[in-house]
């Protein structure tokens, strides 16, 4: 405020107004208009002294109006609704307006209204659980320290690596130990972690680990595929730690150290001989840490998060199953080799890389973001077939119609013998598709060599074995042999076929001898 008083001072002195405005840190203007408005008054420096500086400023300026008296918030109601998910102090604020407007009061600002929000939590922090909102976030880390379990065979010791998810508002706390920090163990620490606390946050704080995070820069930040499944799957959104920065996730820090006592510590003495026998006292363990009552205010953890449950975000249907991401080729037979099965994908991507997905069930296969194909996984032995229809050509299809009743007919056209060649090759191996190629390329023979000619091969082949193969059958016609059949009063009738054709002499200009 200006200090009218002292610039009528400094004026009655004869001080010049650059002099004053110096004196009193205001414009030249200023002065100027106080000097004015005192002698208009009839305000002498000798009446105005007797007076302060606000009872002087009324007798100067007495049309101006008095400082508005603003609606002050209730801070404690702003407080509370601040701990609710979503609820933000400009939202608040604009509640806080719309009241003011209909009970015809002066709203703060924003910028007021935030300052003084600020300053109250700066007065009651002590006092109030301020910092984190509930269900909002849940921070995960592995704790530096380890357990150990007994190797039954050589008696040596195995470390287990200790697995921490916090809620922060509550403390609320899941522990659990794992043989390894890979990324099937991570993954299934968090579904583990979401089914005890029976709800999921909006977002996951983990450190920079590589089965989390595959790069984490100022600029850019990516998290790990199959990481990012799993928060896809669980609708939360993962927001890692900055690196080196261990306070972006300080409930977990702490938690972690007090947990490698409260549970790590207090199990060193005992020995485990399996991981599930580890588990077990550290849940046990853990409920009492969960439970075990506040040194500076009421209640526990687990009081704290019985008002934090509601906030949480229903599970899904069905928890996160661990996917495996591979990369593979499309082979000419339009099949993919992974993890020791194969599995069709539409013909049209043969020789393109694809990515595939593969889970404990299914094994799915996708071309520039979009699922082409999806399969069953198989399980057994190795170098087995999983083929659709839809993704062969044309032509594969037609040959995928054939059956052993449909090559027992076609080779009964032929002749006896023929469909007894076509019933082995059919029952020769364990799958009667086995034989389909072998059935299909002998009755192929009847267009080179005839009909006719084919069941005599079919008939000399049976004289020689019981169990004729298609390469002794091809020999027969090749070299002739079934013609011997002539010789034993078997009537040849002469081949036919559609397509060869006999060239005369008169082809090639030879003459007839005499």
């Known amino acids: 405020m200006t200090n009218y008083r002292?610039?009528?001072?400094?004026?009655?002195?004869?001080?010049?107004?650059?002099?004053?405005?110096?004196?009193?840190?205001?414009?030249?203007?200023?002065?100027?208009?106080v000097i004015k408005m005192a002698r208009e008054r009839g305000v002498e420096w000798e009446a105005a002294s007797g007076l302060?500086?606000?009872?002087?400023?009324?007798?100067?300026?007495?049309?101006?109006?008095?400082?508005?008296?603003?609606q002050i918030p209730d801070w404690n109601y702003i407080h509370r609704e601040m701990a609710k998910s979503g609820v933000t102090l400009s939202l608040?604020?604009?509640?806080?307006?719309?009241q003011c407007r209909s009970s015809g009061k002066i709203p703060y600002k924003t910028t007021q209204f935030y300052k003084y929000y600020s300053d109250f939590v700066q007065k009651t922090k002590a006092t109030m659980h301020i910092g984190h909102k509930p269900g909002e976030i849940m921070e995960v880390d592995w704790a530096g320290q380890t357990a150990f379990i007994q190797n039954t065979d050589t008696g040596e010791p195995i470390k287990a690596y200790i697995f921490a998810a916090v809620l922060p508002y509550s403390g609320y706390t899941y522990v659990?130990?794992?043989?390894?920090?890979?990324?099937?163990?991570?993954?299934?620490?968090?579904?583990?972690?979401?089914?005890?606390f029976g709800g999921v946050t909006r977002i996951l704080v983990p450190d920079n680990l590589k089965t989390g995070i595959t790069k984490h820069t100022r600029q850019e930040t990516v998290v790990n595929k199959t990481y990012q499944e799993l928060a896809e799957h669980y609708?939360?959104?993962?927001?890692?730690?900055?690196?080196?920065?261990?306070?972006?996730?300080?409930?977990?820090?702490?938690?972690?150290?007090?947990?490698?006592?409260?549970?790590?510590?207090?199990?060193r003495n005992q020995q485990f001989l399996s991981l599930w026998e580890l588990n077990q006292p550290i849940r046990s363990r853990l409920k009492e840490f969960n439970t075990k009552p506040f040194q500076k205010k009421e209640g526990c953890r687990a009081s704290l998060f019985e008002e934090e449950r509601v906030f949480l975000l229903p599970?899904?249907?069905?928890?996160?199953?661990?996917?495996?991401?591979?990369?593979?080729?499309?082979?000419?037979?339009?099949?993919?080799?992974?993890?020791?099965?194969?599995?069709?994908?539409?013909?049209?991507?043969?020789?393109?890389?694809v990515n595939v997905r593969l889970t404990k069930r299914l094994v799915e296969v996708f071309f520039s973001?979009?699922?082409?194909?999806?399969?069953?996984?198989?399980?057994?032995?190795?170098n087995q077939y999983s083929t659709y229809e839809e993704h062969m050509p044309k032509k594969h299809r037609e040959y995928v119609a054939w059956n052993g009743e449909r090559f027992l007919n076609w080779a009964g056209k032929i002749g006896e013998h023929t469909k007894t060649v076509v019933q082995i090759f059919l029952t020769r191996n364990q799958v009667e598709q086995q034989g389909y190629k072998a059935c299909l390329a002998m009755l192929k023979l009847s267009d080179t060599y005839s009909a006719l000619r084919l069941?005599?091969?079919?008939?000399?082949?049976?004289?020689?074995?019981?169990?004729?193969?298609?390469?002794?059958?091809?020999?027969?016609?090749?070299?002739?042999?079934?013609n011997l059949g002539q010789a034993e009063g078997v009537a040849v009738l002469p081949e036919t076929t559609c397509r060869a054709f006999t060239r005369g002499k008169e082809y090639y200009h030879r003459k007839e001898e005499n």
């Open 235 to 267: 609708r939360t959104a993962v927001v890692p730690a900055r690196v080196r920065a261990p306070r972006d996730k300080a409930s977990v820090e702490g938690n972690i150290s007090v947990i490698s006592t409260w549970i790590i510590a207090a199990l």
């Open 176 to 196: 659990e130990a794992f043989l390894s920090q890979d990324q099937q163990s991570w993954i299934q620490a968090h579904v583990n972690a979401f089914g005890y």
């Open 52 to 70: 302060s500086n606000n009872e002087l400023a009324e007798r100067l300026f007495p049309g101006n109006q008095k400082t508005p008296e603003y």
């Open 92 to 98: 608040l604020w604009d509640e806080y307006c719309e």
């Open 369 to 382: 973001g979009n699922r082409i194909a999806s399969h069953p996984r198989l399980y057994g032995r190795s």
């Open 455 to 482: 069941e005599q091969a079919c008939k000399r082949a049976l004289s020689f074995t019981e169990r004729p193969s298609l390469k002794s059958i091809q020999i027969i016609l090749k070299s002739g042999q079934d």
């Open 315 to 353: 599970l899904p249907e069905h928890p996160y199953e661990l996917a495996v991401w591979k990369i593979a080729t499309v082979q000419f037979n339009y099949h993919i080799a992974v993890e020791g099965g194969n599995y069709s994908v539409p013909y049209e991507y043969i020789k393109q890389k």
């Open 6 to 33: 002292e610039i009528l001072r400094l004026h009655s002195l004869g001080i010049l107004k650059k002099d004053i405005a110096r004196a009193c840190v205001c414009s030249r203007n200023t002065v100027a208009y």
